[in-house]
């Protein structure tokens, strides 16, 4: 089973039949009716040693508050604020108490400026590595969530950052590529140590301009798959339009990779993929300038399935290719993610 039959297999299983609950398995959170006009939102996420993170070179503050910040980002996904978190800590006998206090505190101030504290949890003793699973609940409008069926034919696409980032940050570390170079700790930070969007996934949903939103964890062929998989719909992304990949260049030659690909399936960007009429491009424009951030269109919401890629060729004609769940999936790969 790869990792989407999984989730399919036991969303086939629940059968929830709880009033509360709007919405279950499929989306960014778990929406459950808190009280007249509010939700609340559930996530989780799960960080494990050697497949998430290396030690070797991922300092432990970093990774406390990459903890948070991949969980709180499901929660901005949907247009919420994160406010409670949960942890479960898995650790070996003996195990670095030093490396844990600054993990911790990595942990906490990424709380601190999410706006959200740790309420409780759970420790157990590991037999191997480290993990750490993390809940975050979080709370909304109940009439401003944004999921991910609502993208409608014409939509334009938009992401929230350039792609790509990350996955080659991680391919400069794996390969303990470490020049002296700017552009190069710009990349290595979006794998250690990557922001979540989510006052921008909160003013977004509040403008009521968004049909679906999603974020970007396991690369772009694969998250844009599930939010038109939701939606009913199919889409169109143009390879010229991919933004961040001219800043992946220089890390591309040096370690053999496809600047391309990392855009498309690299995974944890961690940016907000989202779906509106295009006439809200300014109106939506103006509403990341605000946050200090760019979007950027990619593509097209069309009637029908799948994800295709749009390259146009030097003598002008147009190749389409279907990338449709090309992304990172984590019984697919066996690494990363
Ligand atoms: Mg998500």
């Known amino acids: 089973m790869n990792e989407r039959q999984i989730i399919e297999y036991i969303a086939a ?3 929830p039949t709880d009033g509360q609950l ?4 499929g989306d960014d959170c778990a929406v459950i009716r808190k009280d007249g006009n509010r939700v609340w939102l559930l996530t989780m996420d799960t960080l494990i040693e050697s497949v998430h993170f290396n030690r070797d070179f991922h300092p432990p503050e970093k990774l406390g508050r990459k903890a948070v910040s991949v969980n709180v980002s499901d929660i901005g996904a949907m247009g919420g604020k994160p406010v409670f978190v949960l942890l479960s800590a898995g650790m070996p006998h003996g195990f670095d108490e030093a490396w844990f206090r600054a993990f911790v505190s990595g942990l906490t101030e990424a709380c601190r400026e999410y706006g959200c504290f740790i309420i409780g949890g759970d420790t157990v003793a590991s037999p191997g590595g480290l993990t750490f699973t993390l809940t975050v609940i979080g709370e909304a409008e109940a009439d401003q969530v944004v999921y991910r069926s609502g ?3 014409d939509d334009a696409i938009w992401v929230s950052g350039p792609l790509g980032l990350a ?3 991680l391919e400069l570390l794996n390969a303990g590529i470490e020049p002296d170079n700017q552009a190069f700790d710009l990349l290595r930070e979006k794998h250690l140590n990557p922001q979540a969007r989510v006052s921008l996934g909160q003013q977004l949903a509040a403008s009521g301009r968004v049909h679906a939103m999603m974020d970007l964890s396991d690369g772009l062929a694969t998250d844009l798959a599930h939010l038109c998989k939701q939606s009913g719909v199919g889409a169109r992304l143009f390879a010229r339009d991919l933004p961040g990949v001219a ?3 220089d890390a591309a030659r040096l370690t053999g990779c496809d600047p391309e690909r990392w855009a498309l399936s690299g995974g944890e960007d961690f940016e907000l993929l989202f779906t509106a009429n295009p006439d809200e491009s300014f109106h939506l424009g103006g509403i990341a300038e605000a946050c200090g951030l760019s979007i950027f269109p990619v593509g097209v919401i069309v009637v029908g399935v ?3 890629l749009i390259r146009s060729a030097a003598d002008g004609t147009n190749h389409e290719i279907a990338i449709a ?3 990172f999936d984590h019984f697919r790969n ?3 993610g």
Do not use: E, F, H, S
Request: net charge positive; no cysteine; hydrophobic share 40%.
């Open 13 to 15: 299983q629940a059968d």
């Open 22 to 25: 709007l919405k279950g398995i």
């Open 151 to 153: 993208a409608r034919p």
């Open 167 to 169: 996955a080659a940050g």
């Open 247 to 249: 800043m992946l260049a």
């Open 306 to 308: 799948g994800v295709t």
């Open 325 to 327: 769940y090309q992304g």
């Open 334 to 336: 066996g690494n990363g």
